[in-house]
């Protein structure tokens, strides 16, 4: 069953800019604090970040908790503040109440990620959940998102747990423009050079065994309109969720691309995976 929280931003805590992104913090109703990844000029994150949040809960797949945070409008002006072009995301900001944004909770006690180096020491002699680790390379191929490293993972310094965030570049690019590009996609889904060093890390028999075993999962998965309806029940922004051909398309990527992924992570194996002893 697929778990959040619905509540309201109550205090900021800090903007945060990196790179093209804008992330707010902000304390919540419910007394938790939560990070919102802001739409850029040319990406909503929105609606990808939600379908990934619920893919891999559905899963048990290890993704941060999530909250749909809504927004009044004396709120949304004040933050207008610190970033004026969120006038221009609200045209209608003097005709609405509150809007609604998918939120992660942000996670106070964290572990920084420096580089690739570090990471494998944190999956090898750090973390807990090493094994839901792995689930990593088949959600990443079913999900085709091929924009993986270090800075993607967020290590909870309390629980020793590995989590798996961002995935705007899902399907392939920022937008959907090639979604339907890349339904029968089975090469290494970590190719490029700054991130071909994951497959490194699987060295064994045993550490690839968990990655099939997660594909299997993800084979029997059976996504219906129910997340957008989950979606658009709880948001009062529908975003691309609000377009037809664009949930035709997603719902049309998920049946093909799905019960697949365990014979393209066997495929690769050879090719991707040459770490193994």
Known sequence: MYKFEITEAKILHNVIFNNENVFLVVEANNGKYYQIKLPTYFSNPVTKE???????????????NVAFIKMSKNFLSELSIYYPEILEKVSNLNSIKEITFFAIEWIKNTLEIDDEEMLKEIVKNIIFNQEEFYSVYAFDMLLCNFDRHFKNFIVDNEK?????????????SFDYSELENHITYDGCIYSYPQISYLYEIIKTEEQFEYIINFAKQIDKLNLTKEVFEIFNRNSSNKFEFGNDDIKN??????????NNISNYMIKNKKVCFDAIS
């Open 249 to 258: 398309r997603i719902l049309n990527y998920f049946k093909k691309r799905t």
């Open 50 to 64: 939600f379908l990934a949040n619920y893919i891999a809960q559905i899963l048990n797949f290890p993704v941060p």
């Open 160 to 172: 020793y747990e590995i989590l798996f965030i961002d995935h705007e570049r899902s399907f392939g």
